[in-house]
Each structure stands twice: as structure tokens, then as C-alpha cells.
């Protein structure tokens, strides 16, 4: 039960008292019924796992020094750390044996993002909106994940619970589902108004502005590797030094979309088929990127 509250995004206002939930002929709650509206009661005030990637290099000096520390600040029961090796210091002599491209192209994206010029490993990525080379030890570490929770929660002003079962991925939030075919109405620059089928009009009276709603979110799945990998690295500037990677990313797959309200989508594989030494973590991310507004572990 303690792993699911830790899923729910705080809220600073106090929650209302009620929560409407429809009821079936004998009286009954209907949990998953359609007509259920969410209120802030449906949500308790604890904060959701922080999801720490760190993309690092077997050709980076800073890393071997560096990385037991940053392993050290993720070791919290809130947290997740997720280890993406990249080539960006391959050199003739050593090519990181767990690098890959798809991993830079991740890095890359949340440089882009921040209209970066310039990339550097070690870098941990907290929940999609703030980093760290977690050169500073445990105490920066804790600064940097609240800052990124603080952001999270400026990016996402809806309650949003991401919960897994053997089979799916839930998504509860009270984020309206957005109104299709909604036409914004304006001024004509005649100083008439355009209805939203083109008509003008004085006499039109304003519409009324659509709901908030949130951008379309990529449902994502990470697979990794829970078992600890030490590399002895043969060449190149850490030549003899070993690195141990802690969760190597094996697979990143996107399942799904979400744009409020409440979705399940199924798993591209059952959690209880997966083999000894695996583990899995869903998150909702907003695009290549983007926040990361919800993290559950399957």
C-alpha cells in the first residue's frame, strides 16, 4: 500500500472532504465506472518515486571517480536510478561495451530541450527537468531531485497516478480528456467575431474558453538489468580502472499515449515472464525531452 501512495504527486491545496463515485442498483461504489469524478480527495499527499538517469561513459575520465557517489545519493527507496551508457568519448582505443546510439539520441534530447551547445558525462537527468554531474555529492543530489519534483509539479498541475499490474498499465489522473473538434473563436479584424463555423456577427456573444488539458505524453517502458556490472576498462584514458554500472537500460519502449483522463494500456510482456535479474519501470513522459510527470515500477 506504502508503494502506491508514494505514486501520487503532492498537492499543496487541502483536499476537499468528498469524492463523487457512481453507485451500482444495490448501493454499491463502482471503482471503475465511467461516471466516477475525480476531486482532490481521490489523491493522498505523498510524493512518487523520482526517476534519476544517468548517462555515463567507460571513456570519460570524470566517471570512474564520480559515478560510485552518484550511485550512492540514488540509493533511496523514492528513488530510481537508470543507467545509460553513451559513445560519445569512444576513441581508437576503447569503445564503451555498453554504449549505444539510441542512448545518445536520448541524452541528446533533453539538450535540446534546454538549448544546450555542449554535452558532459557523468549527467544525471531527475525526472526529465533538472540535471546534475553529482559531482557535489549526496547533499546536491537532494537538492537537484527537489527542484526537479518542484518543476514536475509546475508542468503538471493535475493529480496523475501511474500504477502496473502483470499484465497493464493504469493511468488515473484528474486531467480533463481534451474536447476534439473545439474551433478557437476570435476577432475577424472587422471588428466583428468569427463563430466556429466562420460566421460573423456583432451581436455574437463570446464563447466560453475550452478546458485546461494537457499536451499529448509518451507511455514509455524501460527494461534493466537489477545485477551490478563491473567493466575493467582495457584502453584509453581509464585504462585499468574499473567502472561498475548499476541498472543498465537494455530497452526503452514507447506503449502508448496519454492526454488526461484515465487509460490502460497493455504490456508488450507479462512482468511474471520476465527472466531473473530484470526489472522493469513505466513513466509518462511529456515527448523526447520532456518532463517525466509519473514513474511506477512494474
Known amino acids: 500500500m506504502a508503494s502506491i501512495f508514494r505514486r501520487l504527486f503532492r498537492r499543496k491545496k487541502q483536499p476537499p472532504l468528498v469524492c463523487a463515485l457512481a453507485l451500482d442498483d444495490n ?17 493522498i499527499d505523498f510524493e512518487p518515486p523520482a526517476l534519476l538517469e544517468l548517462f555515463q561513459s567507460q571513456g570519460c575520465a570524470s566517471c570512474p571517480p564520480a559515478v560510485p557517489s552518484i550511485q550512492a545519493a540514488a540509493n533511496s527507496p523514492n528513488r530510481l536510478l537508470l543507467t545509460y551508457n553513451v559513445t560519445a568519448f569512444d576513441g581508437g582505443d576503447w569503445k564503451d561495451t555498453l554504449a549505444r546510439s ?28 533538472a540535471d546534475t554531474s553529482g559531482a557535489n555529492g549526496a547533499a546536491d543530489m537532494d537538492e537537484v531531485v527537489q527542484r526537479a519534483r518542484e518543476a514536475v509539479h509546475t508542468a503538471m498541475p493535475f493529480h496523475i497516478l501511474l500504477d502496473a499490474n502483470d499484465t ?22 472587422l471588428g ?13 456573444a463570446p464563447p466560453q474558453p475550452p478546458p485546461p488539458s494537457v499536451m499529448t505524453h509518451d507511455i514509455m517502458v524501460a527494461v534493466y538489468q537489477t545485477d551490478d556490472q563491473t567493466v575493467k576498462i582495457g584502453k584509453g ?30 504490456l508488450p510482456s507479462a512482468r511474471s515472464a520476465m527472466p531473473g535479474g530484470v526489472e522493469a519501470v513505466a513513466f509518462v513522459q511529456a515527448g523526447a525531452g520532456g518532463p517525466i510527470v509519473a514513474v511506477a515500477k512494474i
Open 168 to 189: 497493464e498499465i493504469h493511468i488515473d489522473s484528474d486531467a480533463p480528456v481534451p474536447i476534439t473538434g473545439y474551433t478557437h473563436v476570435g476577432f475577424d479584424g
Open 192 to 204: 466583428g467575431l468569427v463563430g466556429h463555423e466562420g460566421h460573423q456577427g456583432m451581436a455574437q
Open 102 to 129: 539510441t542512448w545518445d539520441q536520448r541524452q541528446r534530447a533533453y539538450l535540446r530541450r534546454w538549448q544546450r551547445k555542449s554535452l558532459f558525462t557523468p549527467q544525471v537527468v531527475v525526472n526529465g527537468v
Open 27 to 43: 448501493g454499491s461504489p463502482l471503482m471503475d465506472s465511467p461516471d466516477h469524478v475525480h476531486t482532490n480527495a481521490c489523491f
Open 237 to 266: 584514458v581509464n585504462k585499468g580502472k574499473k567502472l561498475l554500472h548499476r541498472n543498465v537500460v537494455t530497452s526503452l519502449t514507447k506503449i502508448g499515449e496519454w492526454s488526461g483522463g484515465n487509460v490502460t494500456v497493455s
